[in-house]
């Protein structure tokens, strides 16, 4: 059996794989031999950020399983894979300590004005600036899976009213006040003063926040989005914020990354951007390790994975407790 690895390993990463299965030829391709290696795989744990050739893989018909080191999936999800037999597994909330973290940096900094202060200070103006409270606000949170769970959880604190929408509206949290299918989306959007997307990437939420939904955003509405950049119609945004429409935007994704530089997203003064790190964390590889180690002790033994796909939606489905 060939396992084929693309993330940042280290020695005791790979020590500890092969502890679970000592007879596996354990390949640590990267990212500059993972189209090569995945050919010869049976099993492929990481996150490709470089051309795959998937429909090969499907028709040699080696590779069974995909362990995902990421919660997004259309990394691997092509359609020859979604009609394949390989199974595939996500990291589904293995970060979402991280992700909460990377949303308030953008929540908190947009609220409290700090694009302003920063420019200010690199001029040396020490000028009191209006700022805004998020105390007291209503936020609506676009997907209620791990990520915006976690999400919420803190919010509370922030004695902040929480609404929600996703697919599975099951198991409302005592601190969600209502949560509500997805196709209620625009009653959420009409109701928040925050909005935040944290679902995934299919095909039915490709640009699904689009000029319709930016008009159906309250007036000074603030914008986080930390799911994907494509669930977004970038050119709405820009224009949702050039036109006053919103009060801000902060983004960690982009429709195309990395942002190109003539978006005029990156000069204006309401926006903060980062690079699509807010799943990063000093613990991240390891982590994924560690449930890579815990699925490949169920593979063997005959068990589902957890956070199994479904390949259809992009994402592990939740059940109602």
């Known amino acids: 059996m060939k396992i084929a690895l693309c993330y940042q390993t280290q020695p005791e ?35 490709a950020k470089v051309p795959m050739p998937w429909p090969e893989v499907v028709k040699q018909g080696k590779l069974k399983w995909i362990q995902s080191s ?56 020490y000028t009191r600036r209006p700022t805004h409270d998020l105390h007291g606000k209503t936020v609506g949170i676009v997907g209620l899976g791990g990520n915006g769970r976690r999400i919420a959880e803190i919010l509370s604190a922030f004695q902040t009213r929480i ?26 959007l009409a109701e928040s003063d925050v909005v935040i ?35 977004v119609k970038e050119v709405c945004l820009v224009e949702a914020l050039q036109s006053g429409k919103l009060a801000g935007a902060g983004i960690d994704v982009a429709e195309i990354e990395p942002l190109p530089h003539d978006s005029p997203l990156w000069e204006m003064p309401n926006v903060i951007i980062t690079p699509h790190v807010g799943a990063q964390g000093a613990t991240r590889n390891a982590d994924a390790t560690a449930l890579f180690c815990t699925n490949l002790k169920r593979y063997l033994d005959g068990q589902p994975p957890i956070n199994l796909v479904d390949k259809q939606l992009g994402f592990p489905v939740r059940k109602p407790s």
């Open 197 to 231: 997307l944290t679902l995934p990437l299919n095909a039915s939420t490709y640009h699904i926040i689009d000029e319709g939904r930016f008009a159906a955003m309250k007036q000074d509405a603030w914008f986080i989005n930390v799911a994907r950049g494509q669930v």
């Open 70 to 125: 990421a919660a997004g999936m259309d990394h691997c999800l092509v359609p020859e894979v979604i009609a394949s037999d390989i199974i595939v597994s996500s990291a589904s909330g293995l970060f979402a300590n991280q992700v909460a973290e990377q949303t308030f940096s953008l929540l908190l900094g947009l609220i409290r004005s700090l694009p302003v202060f920063f420019r200010a200070q690199n001029v040396k103006d």
């Open 13 to 47: 990463f790979i020590e500890a794989i092969a502890q679970v299965a000592p007879d596996a030829e354990i390949i640590d391709a990267g990212q500059e031999r993972i189209a090569e290696a995945i050919l010869e795989a049976d099993i492929f744990c990481g996150h």
């Open 163 to 188: 609404i929600a929408t996703d697919l599975f509206p099951y198991d409302k949290p005592d601190h969600v006040e209502e949560l509500w299918p997805a196709d209620r989306l625009d009653d959420l």
